[in-house]
């Protein structure tokens, strides 16, 4: 069955600490990867994708993530967090290169304090 | 940039009432999806839509829910009569055919009462 796990559902952090979000999936086939970012009482933007070519893809505000076909998962880093980080994160997976539905992972909801 | 866009951002209504939700897709996206979040939950998919017709559904989008595009602009979902289990944020959202990226509106946020 096509699943989406993030094991770590609420993380808390200090500013600047390095952040480490762990995403694994369950997909027959190639597969588009993403992280989606929910701040509070926001919608959805995406963070950063990977469709295909280097494994390591960098997103919008210094978050990067490696997609490790081995391991079949796709974790997000960040170096250094700061208090605007503060949000719930989202991986999900389609089929690539189609117009398959999103699933998305149960959420990690991440805090950061000054 | 093209954006998704939603309206309304905030409906309140009373249990067994009809709700639609409109989405306005980015307009050269022939693929649209509406998706659902419960408060504190996943988000859930709920029904892709393409060529006008409904492509996949999930065990949620049951007879209550209906999906249209009535005028080459809009999509919108219809729920028939409300449950208060109803209640979350609706998301829409569109794709093109080749990238398979999701484009997401903010979100109808939904109260029954």
């Known amino acids: 069955a096509q699943s989406v796990s993030q094991h770590n559902h609420h993380v808390i952090l200090s500013e600047a600490a390095s952040l480490e979000l762990g995403c694994n999936y369950s997909y027959g086939g190639t597969v588009n990867l993403f992280w989606y970012v929910q701040y509070p009482g926001q919608h959805l933007q995406l963070l950063l994708k990977y469709f295909s070519g280097d494994p390591l893809v960098k997103g919008i505000k210094g978050f990067e993530a490696e997609f490790i076909k081995s391991k079949f998962s796709f974790n997000l880093r960040k170096p250094s967090v700061q208090w605007s980080d503060t949000a719930e994160y989202f991986c999900a997976v389609n089929g690539a290169g189609n117009t398959d539905k999103l699933i998305f992972g149960t959420g990690t909801r991440l805090q950061v304090f000054p | 940039e093209p954006e998704v866009t939603q309206t309304p951002s905030h409906q309140v209504t009373q249990m067994g009432q009809e709700v639609i939700l409109r989405c306005v897709p980015i307009?050269?996206?022939?693929?649209f999806y509406w998706y659902r979040q419960i408060l504190g939950q996943k988000v859930e998919f709920l029904v892709s839509?393409?060529?006008?017709?409904?492509?996949?559904k999930s065990e949620i989008f049951d007879d209550q829910f209906s999906v249209e595009r009535p005028d080459g602009s809009n999509f919108t979902l219809k729920i028939r009569s409300t449950k208060l289990e109803d209640s979350a944020m609706y998301f829409c959202?569109?794709?093109?055919?080749?990238?398979?990226?999701?484009?997401f509106g903010e979100g109808s946020r939904l109260t029954v009462l």
């Open positions: 959202a569109s794709s093109d055919i080749v990238s398979g990226e999701l484009f």
């Open positions: 307009s050269n996206h022939l693929y």
């Open positions: 839509f393409y060529n006008n017709e409904i492509s996949e």
